[in-house]
């Protein structure tokens, strides 16, 4: 019987064992995948998460709003690793997460004033060089526009606030927002025209 | 700003320094440390992976996502089914026995308990109710003329008496 079942063996495969190899090597490879996607997710950390908070932070205005937006731009990232191979251009991609983190964010909490703030991050902004008198005078002139920059309508608003990031250009601006680079050039045209005209409102109203 | 952005559009403004000093405002220290941490705490997407439509095995037994999804929805049919038929079947009996009748005012139609007296009365008008009407009296053939000719020799004798008017 012995030397029957050991004949048998030689040609015969056992299902029970195929199949517990192929779960094994099929789990080696998953870990392996996993692995990699998260060495490639913290590789990206390291590289756009600046990016990522200085995007957030020019919507929201506020510093743990914005990390927090960073932190759950990277584990919806993380959601998608098994993906993270079909993705061309990452850093536009990450940038248009966190844009779309940002904004629900923001229409989350719309009913909180937002006005107050803008003298204390006027004053958050550097003025390197300036005496105090110029600090005052700078401060205040950036609340100016941030103000007259919060009146504009959304979408101008949006163009005019990514056009500002030097690492962006119009057609990656296009993309974050889902538009044509002639739509983000005309928006653009006219958020700078609107907002001239609203700084000369504010000035002549002095 | 990338160059060509600038040139081919209109040129920014003195304002847009402010949102440029914005954008480029550092970041707090510690943010990708945080980050990191963040996401090692962040529990496992692929721990309720039998959900999202991945293979499962647990004990060699080999179950896949689509079978478990497939014995659930059985399950729910299963269980739906005998719900509905023994609701059904509830019902069906219960129409046998007592069923609830709404309460008729037809033993009291004057409705003097209550104060709609006239909440089911119909009004019949009178012009409706049959008017008796006695039978025409049954005339006799030649019965008219006999009685015209009658009458004629005393219509004779009567322009005879009256005297004659001026």
Redesign the interface.
């Known amino acids: 019987m012995s030397t029957c079942s050991a004949a048998l063996a030689g040609w015969m495969e056992n299902p029970a064992t195929s199949a517990r190899e192929q779960s094994e090597a099929t789990r080696e490879m998953q870990h392996e995948a996993t692995a990699n996607s998260e060495t490639a997710i913290a590789a990206l950390v390291d590289e756009y998460a600046a990016t990522l908070y200085r995007v957030a932070y020019s919507v929201l205005r506020n510093s743990a709003d914005a990390e927090d937006a960073v932190q759950e731009t990277y584990i919806r990232v993380l959601r998608h690793r098994d993906s993270l191979s079909e993705i061309r251009d990452a850093r536009v991609w990450l940038v248009r997460i966190v844009w779309n983190v940002v904004l629900d964010r923001k229409r989350r909490s719309k009913t909180r004033p937002e006005t107050d703030d803008i003298s204390d991050l006027a004053r958050v902004l550097p003025a390197s060089g300036l005496t105090a008198e110029e600090r005052v005078a700078s401060a205040q002139h950036h609340a100016q526009v941030l103000r007259a920059v919060e009146q504009l309508p959304e979408k101008e608003q949006r163009v005019l606030i990514l056009s500002a990031f030097e690492e962006l250009s119009s057609v990656e601006i296009a993309q974050v927002l889902g538009t044509t680079e002639s739509t983000v050039r005309s928006r653009l045209f006219r958020a700078r025209n609107l907002l001239s005209t609203l700084l000369s409102h504010s000035r002549s109203a002095r | 700003?990338?160059q060509?952005?600038k040139q081919?559009?209109?040129q920014?403004?003195e304002?847009?320094h402010?949102?440029?000093?914005?954008?480029?405002?550092?970041?707090?220290e510690g943010?990708?440390d945080?980050?990191?941490r963040?996401?090692k705490a962040?529990p496992a997407?692929?721990r309720f992976s039998f959900l999202t439509g991945r293979?499962w095995?647990a004990g060699?037994l080999?179950y896949s996502s689509m079978r478990l999804q497939f014995a659930g929805a059985a399950l729910a049919i299963v269980v739906l089914a005998g719900g509905t038929w023994g609701v059904f079947h509830l019902g069906s009996h219960g129409q046998a026995g007592a069923s609830a009748q709404p309460a008729s005012n037809s033993a009291n139609p004057g409705g003097a308990a209550g104060g709609f007296s006239n909440a089911k009365a119909v009004r019949v008008p009178p012009t409706l109710k049959p008017l008796h009407v006695p039978p025409a009296p049954k005339k006799k053939p030649n019965a008219g003329h006999a009685a015209k000719s009658a009458l004629k020799p005393a219509a004779d004798s009567a322009s005879q008496q009256a005297p004659a008017q001026p």
Do not use: C, K
């Open positions: 700003m990338n060509n952005f081919s559009d209109s920014p403004t304002a847009e402010t949102l440029r000093l914005l954008a480029n405002l550092p970041p707090p943010l990708t945080r980050v990191h963040r996401l962040a997407p692929g293979r095995t060699g080999g």
